[in-house]
């Protein structure tokens, strides 16, 4: 098992930058994989970016692509992402969440994760405006 809490969020004008961290605690997080989700307010939750539990392979959703990137480093515990050219439509709350390789989803398919499965944070607010 594996906790999660995410920092990092806040308001920033369009074409700004925000950094977000996710700190983990407990067990074999080297084996897990990670990604980071966000909830808009009145629409589903939609995966913006996962890598590989050996953080060598990451994925991008199409909207954000070219914009974000996510980083994992294992012995520090901790998933990043990096939001660069942020838009207004990124506004929303945003969560890391991870799966142990074991459940199968170390793909493009741990963008499809939602919270009825794996490990979330309690989610960070991202507002652009």
């Known amino acids: 098992h594996v906790q999660l809490v995410e920092s990092g969020g806040g308001s920033v004008q369009a074409g700004g930058s925000l950094r977000l961290s996710c700190s983990v605690s407990g067990n074999d997080y080297e084996k897990y994989c990670m990604g980071w989700f966000r909830h808009p307010p009145q629409k589903e939750y939609e995966g913006v970016a996962a890598?590989?539990?050996?953080?060598?392979?990451?994925y991008y959703a199409d909207s954000v692509k070219g914009r974000f990137t996510i980083s994992k480093d294992s012995e520090k515990n901790s998933l990043t992402l990096q939001m660069n050219n942020l838009q207004r439509e990124d506004s929303a709350i945003y969560y890391c969440a991870g799966v142990h390789r074991d459940y199968g989803m170390c793909s493009a398919n741990l963008l499809r994760l939602r919270p009825s499965r794996g490990y979330w944070g309690q989610g960070t607010q991202v507002t652009v405006s």
């Open positions: 890598i590989n539990f050996d953080g060598n392979t990451a």
